[in-house]
């Protein structure tokens, strides 16, 4: 089966991202962050559609480093460490946790070690205001 256009479409690199310029324009934080290879991680807040999973995507196809998208919410602390395991194996893994408000203290004990030696770098996605 074949995916929806708006995956299909999806920006590759920073420099096919569309908007979000005091974010990916010249100059700019995550720019300057992927121009350098000097990432970390990052809370990417906004409403529904306004292209958090397609800069996260964009940053590690930059980047050339792998890309795993899981949700904080529905996917299992299991799945954290097939991630966590696949960044030990063969380096860094870009991941995108969505609904990261959602993130339970389990899940949060046992990612950051792995936030902390740099083999992860996590890009949390959210719809609440973290502020």
Not at 1 to 4: C, F, K
């Given at each position: 089966?074949?995916?929806?256009l708006a ?125």
């Open positions: 089966m074949q995916q929806p995956y299909r479409m999806r920006p590759r690199t920073i420099d096919e991202v569309v908007g979000q310029e005091h974010l990916v324009g010249e100059g700019k934080i995550i720019r300057r962050m992927v121009d350098a290879k000097m990432l970390s991680s990052m809370i990417l807040y906004g409403p529904p559609g306004t292209g958090k999973t397609s800069i996260a995507s964009a940053i590690a196809g930059s980047t050339k480093f792998a890309f795993r998208m899981l949700n904080a919410a529905t996917d299992s602390k299991k799945d954290l460490q097939v991630v966590a395991e696949e960044a030990k194996m063969s380096g860094t893994v870009i991941l995108l946790l969505d609904e990261i408000h959602r993130l339970d203290k389990t899940k949060q004990d046992f990612l950051l070690p792995h936030l902390e030696n740099g083999r992860i770098i996590m890009i949390g996605a959210t719809t609440e205001n973290p502020y």
